[in-house]
C-alpha cells in the first residue's frame, strides 16, 4: 500500500439479511439491490466498494439518502461489520482487529463527529469536550486543560459551564468538533456532521472545519448528501448511489466531466462560476499577457480581473510562476456551458 495512503477500502460488501452470505453470491452473480429484495428480501447495502484516501486529505462521500454513505462510514471503526472485503488503516485489516486494538483504534486513532451532536446532556462544555481523553485514561487535570484548547479554538471560550441544552445547535456541534480534536486522533469521522444546521450556521462550521484543517492536516472523511458542501470542503469526492460507487475524484473533474446521468443531476444547478477554478480549464500550452491569475482562482473572480481588457488572454500563475493562460472565450464557455458532458461522452440535458 502507498505510502500516503491513510485509509483504503478493497471490494467492500454489505447485506443485510438473515443470509447474507447466499445473497453476496447472488449479487456476484449480477443480481441488483431491488431484485435482491424483491426476490431474497434482503437489503444491498454496500457492493464492492474500492476507495483509497490519502493522508492529510479531506475525503467527501456523497449520495442522496439510501446510497450507503452512513453505512460505509461505520465500516471504518467497525461499527458495522462487512459481509466481504476488507478495510485497511495504515496498512492494518480493522476487521482483523480484536477487542483491544479496535479500543485502541476507535479511542486514539479516529474520533467521530455526528450529525445530532451525541453530547451527554447531564455533562458540562468542557466535561463532554474531555470524554474522549478520559476513556483514554488521561488524568482529570490533563484532559482538562486539553479539552480547554479545542473549546477555545472552536469559539466557544465562556461556555465551558454551560450544558447542551443551553447551547444553540451550532455551538453544540462546536462541542463535539472539540471533543473530536481534543483526542488529537489522525482520522476525523464526520457523518453528516453540518446536515442538522441552518444554512448560516452550517456555511460557519464549514468555515471553522476548514481554517482547522489548514492548521491541524487531519485525515477528514465527511459524509455528506449536499453537493454545494462537498464542493466546498473537499479534496476528493465519492459519490455512491444504491449502494455502489459511480465516480471519485477531484472535484473538479467531476463538475467538468460526470460519469453518468445521476452525477449530471447533482451538478446541474451549481454555480460553475464559484467551484470551477481556472486550472480546469486554462490552456497549458498558451502564453497570457500582463494580466496574471492564480491558478487556483474561482472562474467567476477571474472573469472580474479580466474584464476591463476581455480581448487580451491572461497568464495563469503558480507561486508566482508561469504555468499557462486564460482566454476569455474559454471562461465563459466554461460557466455557461448548460448540458456538461459525461464521462462517456454523450451530452445529458
Same mark, same amino acid.
Given at each position: ?31 441488483? #439491490? ?47 461489520? +462487512? ?16 477487542? #483491544? ?52 479554538? =472552536? ?5 465551558? #459551564?454551560?450544558? +447542551? ?33 441552518? +444554512? ?62 445521476? =452525477? ?86
Amino acid at each position: 500500500m502507498s505510502a500516503n495512503i491513510k485509509v483504503s477500502i478493497k471490494n467492500l460488501y454489505k447485506i443485510f439479511g438473515n443470509n447474507s452470505e447466499d445473497a453476496l453470491q447472488r449479487v456476484l452473480d449480477g443480481l441488483g #439491490k431491488t431484485e435482491l429484495l424483491a426476490q431474497h428480501n434482503h437489503v444491498l447495502g454496500l457492493n464492492n466498494i474500492n476507495i483509497d484516501i490519502p493522508e492529510k486529505r479531506v475525503q467527501v462521500i456523497m449520495g442522496l439518502s439510501g446510497s450507503g454513505k452512513s453505512t460505509l462510514i461505520r465500516h471504518l471503526n467497525r461499527l458495522i461489520d +462487512p459481509t466481504a472485503g476488507q478495510v485497511l488503516v495504515d496498512g492494518e485489516d480493522v476487521l482483523q482487529m480484536d477487542d #483491544k486494538q479496535l479500543r485502541v483504534l476507535r479511542q486514539k486513532k479516529m474520533s467521530m463527529v455526528f450529525q445530532k451532536f451525541a453530547l451527554m446532556p447531564h455533562r458540562t462544555v468542557a466535561d463532554n469536550a474531555a470524554y474522549g481523553l478520559r476513556l483514554q485514561g488521561v488524568r482529570a487535570s490533563e484532559a482538562k486543560e486539553r479539552a480547554q484548547k479545542w473549546i477555545d479554538r =472552536v469559539g466557544l471560550t465562556g461556555f465551558e #459551564k454551560s450544558y +447542551p441544552s443551553q447551547l444553540s445547535g451550532g455551538m453544540q456541534q462546536r462541542v463535539g468538533l472539540a471533543r473530536a480534536l481534543a483526542t488529537d486522533a489522525d482520522i476525523l469521522l464526520m457523518d453528516e456532521a453540518f446536515s442538522a444546521l441552518d +444554512p448560516l450556521i452550517r456555511t460557519d462550521m464549514q468555515d471553522v472545519l476548514l481554517e482547522l484543517q489548514k492548521e491541524l492536516n487531519k485525515t477528514i472523511i465527511f459524509i455528506t448528501h449536499d453537493l454545494d458542501e462537498a464542493l466546498r470542503i473537499g479534496d476528493d469526492i465519492a459519490i455512491l448511489r444504491d449502494g455502489g460507487l459511480v465516480q471519485q475524484g477531484d472535484p473538479q473533474d467531476i463538475v467538468l466531466r460526470p460519469s453518468d446521468e445521476y =452525477v449530471s443531476d447533482f451538478i446541474m444547478d451549481i454555480n460553475r462560476g464559484r467551484v470551477l477554478k481556472v486550472r480546469s480549464i486554462m490552456d497549458e500550452k498558451a502564453i497570457g499577457g500582463s494580466l496574471q491569475i492564480d491558478v487556483n482562482l474561482a472562474l467567476e473572480d477571474a472573469m472580474q480581473k479580466m474584464k476591463d481588457n476581455p480581448a487580451q488572454p491572461a497568464t495563469v500563475t503558480r507561486d508566482g510562476k508561469p504555468v499557462g493562460a486564460l482566454d476569455m472565450r474559454s471562461l465563459i464557455d466554461a460557466i455557461e456551458r448548460p448540458a456538461p458532458e459525461t464521462a462517456s461522452g454523450n451530452v445529458y440535458r
